[in-house]
């Protein structure tokens, strides 16, 4: 169907109710006299029903103008007994709202499983917690975000179909969307500000201008969400340039920019649509760091002329991010701008906000809440007390297993297959054939997705990593009649943004040997959620070895591991998956809340893919 073609009732329901944007509850503008007091504005802790609307310029909430002044953070990056302690952090900053992503391959593991009740997996406490501390809600549940989430929020199990094609039409997508978005509206419907919740507006897709153009795929989604209870307004987030907003923003819905700090940005909302507001829907204090790189560290001088000219020119915005959180086990994202380039983050999503990873406010928070208290009538509330921190002596580890000994039952298919097609999302595989033909010289992995270690007869040969495109090792020659060969391959994130994101995991075409394709593999899947049982190690490899550990506590408090004088792997701390580590940095500090330790004695296991040796693992309280 043709996307011009929608019905007018839809246009309806999008295009309701009219007036302007201006924001109150946390940053009232004196140069206002409509500016609703602090109290009128807030989310009342009763069943209290608001109205919030779309005016040409401004936002309206109960027929005022509502500046919005949002902070994002995300609830599944977060420990959920933290939960409160940086929603209150982000109030006393001087944001009067919460952006929330949620994360659709977080709350659905396989086709209709879904959680939305175990630890912090429960959305709708997130939100309910919002409205008790007095702030609204954004709600940008995808099912597409982006975040530097893995595969940005989308389920792997689509991977599992050969040719799927994600964020469009295609209906065996649209087929999973409807049952996300139906099983999510449950949750999100009764807390609409209309219902007596904290959600003023529901994000459609994200930054859709930046990935393709199928304007009737956006239409079904704001119809699906429309027909599952949501009534409150829309909007979609795109970079302000014209033909991202063409191909991103549906008329009826206001025009978030990621970002837009200055006359020129809006000038290209209101030439778009001049009759919705347009808002930063994320105006960033910090960025983003991958494997390989230093820590990014932008200017604050730069994020205080943003918010400068965001307030006094009574702009609604969203800071992405004010907090960051961590990307514990497996669940961060990757960037790649071409089909040979692969970025994978780093697990800690500190991001250089405001709040740090550990929750503690930075000087960028303590300068913000400067500029934004002097465009408010009323005095911010004090930060909470900071999270303790602690150090830990250093903890004496001892070699504990081996991934070798831990090998379950093997698949067989005539080339390799990813490890979506055995329905497996994350961790690692293995992969066995028998050299028959050639037995050594140039080994091609075609293509290693994403760090893949090369052994023969069970000898070490090499690595081969995705980024760059050099997926060639030189196999020895053995007296074996027909060597084994084995490819162990780790993921390290799919690929969240842009053109490269169907982004299987393993080995995803073949493997060749002086040219000649290499049939008949076993394949092992090793998910790794947890460590398996240690015993007595039998293997002889030299890689993938466990390291365990005990410590004792009389108290606990957060604190980071130092993973220095390891290589590359995976850390758990009383079964807890911490998330990666890599020796190439810039992160060798992993961050473990107070919740995961205990009083008594506790227990630490390391996976090490490239060293055989034992080092200490102590707790230090930066992240850096």
């Excluded at 109205?51 to 005022?64: A, H, I, P, V």
């Excluded at 928070?365 to 509330?381: N, V």
């Excluded at 504990?400 to 990813?418: R, Y």
């Amino acid at each position: 169907m043709n996307a011009n073609k929608i019905t007018a009732a839809l246009l309806a329901v999008c295009l309701l109710a009219g007036a302007s944007l201006r924001a109150q509850s946390s940053s009232p503008q004196a140069s206002r006299p409509q500016t609703n007091s602090p109290q009128d504005s807030r989310p009342q802790t009763s069943q209290s029903l608001h109205r919030f609307s779309l005016g040409n310029t401004d936002f309206l909430l109960d027929g005022k103008p509502f500046q919005i002044i949002s902070g994002e953070m995300h609830p599944a990056r977060i420990p959920r007994e933290y939960w409160r302690h940086r929603i209150r952090m982000a109030k006393a900053m001087g944001c009067n709202t919460i952006a929330v992503y949620v994360f659709w391959n977080y709350q659905e593991s396989s086709p209709g499983v879904f959680d939305f009740t175990t630890g912090n997996k429960d959305i709708a406490a997130f939100i309910r917690l919002c409205k008790e501390e007095g702030l609204w809600v954004l709600l940008r549940p995808g099912p597409y975000v982006c975040a530097e989430w893995d595969w940005g929020g989308l389920p792997s199990y689509l991977l599992k179909i050969p040719d799927i094609r994600i964020r469009c039409s295609d209906p065996r997508y649209l087929s999973a969307v409807t049952r996300y978005v139906t099983r999510l509206s449950n949750e999100i419907v009764p807390l609409q500000c209309d219902h007596g919740g904290p959600i003023l507006m529901v994000q459609v897709e994200n930054e859709y201008g930046s990935y393709a153009n199928d304007k009737t795929y956006l239409e079904t989604l704001r119809r699906l969400w429309q027909q599952r209870g949501i009534t409150v307004p829309f909007y979609t987030a795109d970079g302000p340039t014209d033909f991202m907003l063409d191909a991103g923003n549906l008329d009826g819905c206001a025009i978030g920019l990621d970002s837009g700090g200055s006359d020129g940005d809006f000038e290209v909302a209101h030439r778009h649509n001049p009759h919705v507001p347009a808002f930063s829907s994320e105006t960033y204090p910090g960025w983003l760091t991958h494997w390989k790189e230093k820590w990014q560290h932008p200017d604050t001088a730069s994020i205080l002329k943003d918010i400068r000219y965001l307030l006094e020119h009574h702009r609604s915005f969203n800071l992405y991010v004010i907090h960051g959180g961590t990307n514990f086990g497996y669940t961060a994202g990757a960037n790649a701008f071409t089909p040979v380039q692969f970025q994978p983050d780093v697990t800690s999503y500190d991001y250089d906000a405001p709040i740090n990873e550990q929750g503690r406010a930075t000087a960028k928070y303590d300068a913000l809440r400067q500029l934004i208290a002097k465009y408010t009538d009323h005095p911010l509330p004090e930060p909470p007390a900071p999270v303790p921190v602690m150090e830990i002596p250093e903890i004496a580890m001892e070699k504990a297993g081996s991934l070798w000994d831990h090998l379950p039952n093997p698949k067989f298919s005539p080339q390799p297959q990813p490890m979506e097609h055995f329905d497996q999302s994350c961790g690692m595989v293995l992969y066995r054939t028998r050299l028959i033909g050639h037995k050594s010289g140039t080994l091609t992995i075609t293509e290693p997705h994403d760090f893949a270690l090369v052994f023969l007869n069970g000898r070490f040969i090499d690595t081969v990593y995705r980024d760059g495109g050099n997926w060639t090792v030189k196999l020895p020659k053995t007296d074996v009649k027909d060597p084994q060969l084995d490819i162990l391959v780790e993921g390290m994130g799919h690929i969240n943004f842009a053109q490269y994101m169907i982004d299987r995991k393993g080995i995803t075409d073949r493997v060749t040997l002086n040219g000649m394709t290499l049939f008949n593999w076993e394949t092992y899947n090793l998910p790794l959620t947890a460590p398996p049982p240690m015993a007595k190690i039998r293997d002889a490899h030299d890689n993938g070895i466990f390291f365990k550990g005990h410590f004792t506590l009389d108290h606990t408090a957060d604190t980071y591991f130092d993973l220095s004088a390891y290589k590359k792997g995976v850390i758990w701390v009383n079964g807890h998956n911490l998330g990666r580590y890599w020796y190439v940095g810039p992160q060798q500090h992993l961050y473990c809340p107070a919740s995961w330790l205990k009083k008594g004695t506790n227990e630490i296991v390391v996976l090490d893919l490239l060293q055989d040796t034992p080092a200490p693992v102590k707790g230090v309280k930066t992240l850096e």
